[in-house]
């Protein structure tokens, strides 16, 4: 069984920065594909950022690439969102996601249905 566990966010201003961390229980952390994704209310969930099983490839969204800038640590079963220059429209519940499924060459699945594992997530608040 695999369990995400979010961390990191918190309220700040806009203009400063957050990292997250998601935390994978489980041995396979390592052949998984992982995404971040956010959801604020009364919107769908959207995408933010993915990066593949061996980190060697990294996507974004357009709304946030050149921000946030999403790592991961397999041999600590640790992914990780840097977030930088937080505008309020980033304020959301930011939710970390393990997708299973078997890629050929840097493919990384933008879409939330793609995903297997889900974290509870975390609240990110950015005031003005």
């Known amino acids: 069984q695999v369990q995400l566990v979010e961390s990191g966010g918190g309220l700040v201003q806009a203009g400063n920065s957050l990292r997250l961390s998601c935390v994978c229980s489980?041995?396979?952390?390592?052949?998984?594909?992982m995404g971040w994704f956010r959801q604020a209310p009364g919107k769908e969930r959207e995408f933010v950022a993915a990066?593949?099983?061996?980190?060697?490839?990294?996507y974004y969204a357009d709304s946030v690439r050149g921000r946030f800038s999403i790592s991961r640590d397999n041999a600590k079963n640790m992914l990780n969102l840097q977030m930088n220059s937080l505008k309020p429209e980033d304020t959301a519940n930011y939710y970390c996601?393990?997708?299973?499924?078997?890629?050929?060459?840097?493919?990384?699945?933008?879409?939330?249905?793609?995903?297997?594992?889900w974290g509870q997530g975390t609240q990110v608040t950015v005031s003005s």
């Open positions: 990066i593949t099983w061996n980190g060697d490839n990294s």
């Open positions: 489980g041995r396979t952390f390592s052949s998984y594909a």
């Open positions: 996601a393990a997708d299973k499924h078997l890629y050929a060459g840097n493919y990384v699945s933008r879409s939330p249905v793609q995903y297997d594992y």
